[in-house]
DNA sequence: AATTGGTTCTGAACCGTTACGGTCCTTTCA
DNA sequence: TGAAAGGACCGTAACGGTTCAGAACCAATT
């Protein structure tokens, strides 16, 4: 129809105007309320818009003057890659976007490029409001986000008491996961996590590199671990806990090689997500260790792959993550105090934990 | 810092030159154009800005003044839920995503819900283009996002004429795929295929309903399949063609169910994905037939999860299509007639494709 | 005839910013 | 010493809408 009408100057509202002969105001009511004016003029108005090639009030000049983006801005990890290949972020995505399309309200990407530490791309968002998922808590990117005037509600970070949070109790259920390694025997263990802070350090973590983590998630799971095992009589210092700044299963088999090339003896691998426990178990696999008989493995969140693989694993609600940091975002009415949504986990016992070998559950007595 | 400041009145660039006593232009100046004025004002006016609780020029007002929203909307599938369980969507996404972060563009999700033929969403969308990715081509929302005056890509999309165009030659490599199994000996077959119109269709399709399809990619795999298996001597209009509405595993094996109701002797199932592969294998296991053995399975797509099973499929650079689409989009510079882009796909043999049971590559002359 | 009430449409005031085309003042250089 | 160049800053005019308090009109009521 009207294809390449704009060619002169595009059609406004007020050229649309005068061209009818009517007010600017008529025009907008023609689109917003078609209520406040007849039938016919309102008929005659859009007729004439489509003859101008007029696509409709512009979405840009509109927000300005009603103070609504009718979107919300999403502070997404550093590296989109491994955004869109980790299960947990894809389910809190799709979560979101729920959330965003249930209210009506776009969902925009921020880019956070972590090389040029480029923060402009938060300045220039035009969105009603953010949501934070599982950045470090030093990334400049954040600190932008919470200088823009909009509600903000971070997710898997810290409670940082003027923002909406939502998120697990990582400590706990990671605690939990101990107490059930502890109960079954285990007290020589290793450790795979993932990233601890913005710079990459493939290797061994000190104790002081924990306690220092930037990733809120990450700092938590190990303070759990290390909560309960030290409890059990372990020396936490002692535990070989490896970092890998890439999080696929590739850097689950080589941190579990790391860790079990430090100690052969352990009797289970921690891993701080199911992604690389899957990777470690490939490298159990690839050494001739039987799981759970020769090493227990286990993972983190409940992602669908693990649960095939029968990994005993912490399982958490990402979707409903993503979806209550969306309504807690969108209904934003009053200024109340922040609030801080904790979601429940579930301790999954899969096939990838036992006794250890030759530990008081499995000792066997045979011929 | 600065938290509660904007109580009263959100400070702009006016209120803040006014405090300053210098011009709103050398405000602005201050934060786009650093040379144009001297480091001792600058830094003047940053100093109150942090003290009024200024956060900067606002992101719509400047949009609306430079005509740049620095941003591309994406309008997705209907159904979100679907998208993000697609692993081609996701790796679409993905791709589309770095392109846009390359060029640091925000990229906007757009919702269009199905149910409410909402097309204000996509009037209200402040962007500097779209990016269609796979919806029907009678979806309203297309239509909406046509009449808008910004470039536009398509994606697995008819070639519309008008705007540019990504996508695979998804007859061609269909065809190439049927001319594998023909070459096997493959006569009698069954097809499970995605949703073919709005409607949930969950059934046999009937040739008209094959050829009216509006989703395109759907159409045109079909259509390679009756074209290969016509020339083969083989009568389309009897072959068992099963659609489903929903796109997940389980349609697979619903849809491979009904269609070996129907013909339990086809030696062949082709998928128009690979996710309804993986169910249709399924659904084989179940009924103790071995894959290739007893029947062939064949998908599309080249997911992770079909490779890891051997699949027999059409790989398409999914990843590549979406980065495609984006900087298609993102270097919309003169208007030079429309661009159309189809990449390569490559076909896939694994292991589920073999000749057919009792067939000329298979008969068994056992003792 | 004046009042009331209900539609329908208008005027003008914003929304917060940047583009554009200056002016003014200080250096620099022949 | 006068002309040219350049740096620093300013005023105005958009950018394209929405909104609210009326105005104009007409019919019905008092």
């Known amino acids: 129809m009207a294809r390449s009408m704009h060619v ?6 007020a050229s649309l105007a005068a061209e009818l002969g009517v007010s600017r105001t008529t025009v907008s009511n023609a689109y917003n309320r078609p209520d406040q004016l007849s039938p016919e003029l309102r008929r005659r108005v859009l007729d004439t818009a489509r003859r101008l090639g007029y696509p409709g009030p512009d979405p840009v000049a509109r927000s300005l003057r009603t103070r609504k983006a009718g979107a919300v801005g999403l502070l997404l990890t550093e590296n989109l890659s491994y955004a869109f290949r980790d299960p947990a972020a894809i389910g809190f995505l799709e979560g979101l976007a729920l959330a965003c399309e249930d209210a009506g309200t776009g ?8 090389e040029r530490e480029d923060v402009a791309s938060v300045h220039r968002a035009g969105v009603d409001g953010f949501v934070v998922y599982s950045v470090p808590d030093d990334d400049p990117h954040l600190a932008a986000v919470l200088e823009r005037p909009v509600p903000t509600v971070v997710c898997d970070q810290p409670d940082l008491g003027t923002v909406d949070r939502v998120g697990i109790d990582d400590r706990g259920a990671m605690y939990e996961l101990a107490q059930h390694l502890i109960g079954l ?10 990233r601890l802070a913005r710079d990459r350090n493939d290797g061994f973590v000190t104790p002081d590199r924990q306690h ?3 990733f809120h998630v990450q700092r938590n799971r190990l303070s759990g671990l ?6 059990a009589g372990v020396d936490w210092s002692q535990v070989p806990v490896v970092e890998r700044f890439d999080h696929n299963t590739a850097s689950g088999a080589s941190g579990a090689a790391q860790v079990l090339d430090r100690d052969p003896q352990i009797t289970a691998l921690i ?8 990777g470690a178990m490939t490298e159990a696999a690839r050494r001739g260790l039987r799981v759970p008989h020769d090493i227990s493995v286990t993972g983190f969140d409940g992602i669908r792959a693990g649960e095939e693989a029968g990994l005993t694993t912490v399982r958490q609600p990402v979707l409903e993550k993503g979806r209550a940091a969306g309504k807690l975002l969108l209904d934003a009415n009053e200024r109340s105090r922040p609030r801080s949504v904790n979601l429940a986990t ?5 096939k ?12 066997w007595f045979g011929p």
Do not use: K, Q, Y
């Open 8 to 13: 002169r100057r595009p059609a406004t509202l």
């Open 185 to 194: 025997g285990h007290r020589r263990i290793g450790v795979v996590c993932m």
């Open 271 to 278: 891993c701080t997500s199911d992604v690389l426990a899957l």
């Open 107 to 114: 969902l925009l990407l921020v880019p956070a490029n972590p």
């Open 346 to 350: 579930e301790l999954i016992i899969g």
């Open 226 to 231: 290390a909560e309960a095992f030290s409890e």
């Open 352 to 363: 990838t934990s036992a006794g250890p070998r030759g530990g008081a559950e499995e000792r």
């Open 212 to 214: 220092a983590a930037h």
